[in-house]
């Protein structure tokens, strides 16, 4: 059990455009959601903290209203990139827990490229 | 500052060769560290973590010890097998009990 899936995998978009990456826990009810950024050769930066039904929590220097996010259900949280640009490209990999904050289970992550 | 460093990858070994990911940590008090794996295609999972000093957590295989004296919780294995290569993270819980990640080390095993 515990498996989460991302959608889509890889997305390539033009700059101005909007991308909704979907984060979803399969078989369980998750409390909490997370959202990190990749960069190649580099360790994953916690974006945001997102708790169902309740707005999200972003770390320092991530624009809220560039990356929206939405924790809907207990199984379901998106990540939107409005008016992406081509420094927005990047690996998005979510998580989500069912309460103990170390035990996330990941996503597959999604490969963005903005052109 | 607050970091976790681990060793610059990619490391290739030979089947069946011993394992050392080595993983350093700067952080005020004992934090918890744990190491996680991503196989290719797959999601990141824990492989094992740690909770206090002098802890050890196993799993298939693999080992690390919470060294509080050198700040150190290095990844070890005895006999490495093609199936282990993947990207190895480290990381340690903050007083808010989120993640810091180190920058991940690939791991390339070859028959």
């Known amino acids: 059990g515990a498996v989460v899936s991302q959608h889509p995998s890889w997305v390539i978009c033009k700059s101005g455009t909007s991308v909704k990456i979907e984060c979803r826990s399969l078989?369980?009810?998750?409390?909490?959601m997370f959202w990190y950024r990749q960069f190649p050769k580099q360790s994953l930066m916690l974006m945001a903290t997102?708790?169902?039904?309740?707005?999200?929590?972003?770390e320092q220097g991530v624009e809220k209203d560039k990356f929206l996010i939405n924790h809907a259900s207990l199984t379901l949280s998106t990540l939107t990139v409005t008016s992406a640009h081509p420094e927005d490209s990047s690996f998005y990999i979510c998580?989500?827990?069912?309460?103990?904050?170390?035990?996330?289970?990941f996503g597959p992550g999604t490969r963005l490229t903005v052109t | 500052g607050n970091s976790v460093t681990q060793m610059e990858g990619p490391v290739t070994l030979s089947e069946e060769a011993f394992l050392t990911i080595n993983c350093t940590y700067t952080?005020?008090?004992?934090?918890?560290l744990f190491w996680y794996v991503q196989y290719p295609g797959e999601g990141l999972q824990l492989l094992l973590k740690?909770?206090?000093a002098d802890d050890k957590g196993s799993n298939k295989g693999f080992e690390a010890t919470y060294r509080k004296e050198t700040t150190s919780f290095h990844l070890e294995k005895g006999s490495v097998q093609v199936s282990d290569s993947a990207v190895y993270f480290c990381?340690?819980?903050?007083?808010?009990?989120?993640?810091?990640w180190g920058a991940g080390t690939k791991l390339i095993i070859k028959p």
């Open positions: 998580s989500a827990s069912k309460g103990l904050p170390y035990e996330q289970y």
């Open positions: 078989d369980f009810q998750a409390t909490t």
């Open positions: 740690a909770t206090k």
């Open positions: 990381a340690r819980m903050d007083s808010n009990y989120q993640l810091i």
């Open positions: 997102s708790n169902e039904g309740s707005k999200a929590t972003y």
């Open positions: 952080a005020t008090g004992y934090p918890s």
